[in-house]
């Protein structure tokens, strides 16, 4: 019996810290112009503005697109907002790739 409340225990514990670093992930905005599109890597680059929040300087950057709509309808020379989340400054996921106009 004691043994399955620790087993308990260290399930609901692993489960709450997976929750917590999912609901922890912070979404950022960089804007900017469209260089480079490869849509069989799924992969968009973009010459961008610097994003303070991130520490990162203006600088072209290559995302990877988080889903297969993601880079629909995105051209290159596009000025587009990207919405991305990254766990560093060499990796970054772009959730939405929204064109704007100039």
């Keep these: 019996m004691k043994n399955t409340i620790v087993r308990f225990a260290a399930v609901a514990a692993l489960s709450l810290a997976a929750f917590s670093s999912q609901a922890s992930v912070n979404t950022y905005m960089a804007h900017g112009s469209v260089v480079a599109v490869d849509a069989a890597a799924q992969e968009i680059t973009v010459q961008q503005n610097a994003v303070t929040e991130l520490g990162w300087p203006a600088r072209t950057f290559t995302y990877t697109a988080a889903g297969s709509n993601v880079l629909k309808d995105i051209a290159v020379g596009q000025t587009v907002d ?14 939405f790739v929204t064109p704007v106009s100039q």
């Design 82 to 95: 990207v919405k991305f989340t990254s766990t560093n400054s060499f990796n970054a996921d772009a959730r």
